[in-house]
């Protein structure tokens, strides 16, 4: 690695560092705010996020940007249940169910995923209703069990309302250009997808256009050049500058199961949270993620920036005297099917981070997860750390220019940052 290109990366990664920082003024999380601790077995919060996955990904295969709405929803619901029952010690983020504090959270728990999870898989509803019907057999009757049901039935519908017509599943679309910088479909899939998360209704800021950036370098300055060069040396397929750990790392922040939703259930299992703490983690994590998507997507809307493969090939027509054509380039991964400008991934995981440090007080937690399409496990010391690892990442695999990735990180920091203004608070 040349000086030149440590100290832009040492660079992004203080700008991301410093992001983290300032979205999260939360005291560190002591041990007695843990004293009702469950293990990773007995955490009905746990379990119902492992079988949200199972739903989510493993059966209907959806892509990370409408993965995050599923998710959000999931956990919004399981966090009002699980705050009523606990007194409501903090701010509900839909409702407050009557409740006298002897309900069952498994019954609660698992009725909120389930009713939820239906709404959104019709087609699983057979499989759905099996997996629930062995869940609720495994806790004992009585009035705690049925009134568990009824405060879970209550914020699922709850969601489930606050959710309709909110925008999923519109325009699928992007507008296609001709000109230079205009995104237009990429090789080798040549598709186009996913436009309706740009107009999706938040659910935590007020508009998805709410942290507009000013949007991407002019193609004839010397960022621009700057982005392009460094993304078609180390990006491209057959790059002589990647090392193979930066090749693994690509291809592990890529995997379209996404190692976030293990990270979350493991930090809630390594960090021995109570069911309240894990649902309210959760749902900070998952909400500000679904909203720091949606607002990228909509930057992706208003700028509509070619991809870097579209940008090299066409490189001729820019009119930038420092950057030079390759018909023939092809990067690491296959490039989205949306535009550059800005990076999903780095608004995603900045999100989740940020919130992650903001729930700890802390910024040195170690954790790790698994990537099936790698094949590996990628580990790491602390929260800045992943971040400014996807954010390079994203660059190795060639389907983002920096600027795309710096900028979406500020994104999904402000959003998370948003959140922790103005939801979740203790209440007392």
């Not at 999903?344 to 981070?353: I, R, V, Y």
């Not at 937690?365 to 994203?394: D, K, P, Q």
């Not at 994104?411 to 979740?424: H, L, P, Q």
Request: aromatic share 10%; net charge neutral.
């Amino acid at each position: 690695m040349t000086h030149h290109r440590r100290t832009r990366r040492t660079a992004a990664c203080a700008i991301i560092v410093g992001i983290l920082a300032a979205g999260s003024p939360a005291a560190p999380v002591t041990t007695a705010a843990y004293a009702s601790a469950a293990s990773m077995s007995e955490n009905a919060v746990i379990e119902w996020d492992r079988n949200a996955q199972y739903a989510i990904w493993d059966v209907a295969g959806q892509q990370p940007q409408v993965q995050a709405r599923s998710f959000a929803m999931v956990h919004g619901a399981i966090y009002d249940a699980v705050n009523a029952i606990a007194g409501a010690p903090y701010q509900p983020y839909l409702i407050k169910p009557a409740t006298n504090g002897r309900e069952s959270v498994d019954a609660a728990v698992g009725t909120a995923a389930f009713q939820v999870l239906s709404s959104l898989f019709p087609a699983q509803q057979t499989r759905l209703r099996t997996q629930y019907d062995e869940w609720l057999a495994a806790i004992p009757g009585g009035s705690a069990k049925r009134r568990g049901i009824s405060v879970g039935s209550r914020t699922a519908a709850a969601m489930i309302d606050a959710r309709r017509d909110d925008g999923a599943f519109g325009p699928t679309a992007w507008p296609v250009g001709t000109e230079p910088g205009q995104w237009r479909p990429t090789p080798p899939t040549n598709a186009n997808d996913g436009a309706w998360v740009a107009n999706l209704k938040p659910f935590l800021i007020p508009s998805p256009s709410m942290f507009r950036s000013s949007g991407p370098p002019a193609l004839t300055s010397e960022q621009y050049a700057r982005d392009l060069n460094e993304v078609k040396a180390i990006g491209a397929v057959d790059s002589s500058t990647r090392t193979a750990d930066q090749t693994e790392a690509a291809v592990w922040w890529h995997d379209r199961h996404l190692g976030e939703w293990e990270i979350k259930r493991q930090l809630a299992t390594t960090q021995r949270l109570s069911s309240l703490q894990t649902a309210r983690m959760f749902a900070m994590v998952d909400l500000a993620e679904a909203d720091a998507t949606t607002a990228c997507y909509n930057e992706k809307a208003a700028w509509t920036f070619w991809r870097p493969v579209t940008a090299i090939q066409l490189a001729d027509t820019d009119g930038n005297p420092a950057t030079e054509a390759d018909p023939d380039w092809m990067p690491l991964l296959v490039t989205p099917p949306h535009p550059d400008f800005t990076s999903g991934h780095t608004c995603f995981t900045a999100a989740s981070m940020s919130a992650l440090r903001h729930f700890f007080g802390r910024d040195d937690i170690a954790f790790s997860a698994y990537s099936e399409a790698s094949g590996t496990t990628r580990h790491f010391s602390g929260f800045s750390e992943a971040l400014a690892e996807v954010t390079e990442a994203r660059i190795w695999g060639g389907i983002h220019t920096r600027t795309a990735d710096v900028e979406g990180a500020k994104i999904g920091a402000k959003v998370t940052a948003y959140m922790i203004r103005n939801y979740f608070h203790p209440r007392r």
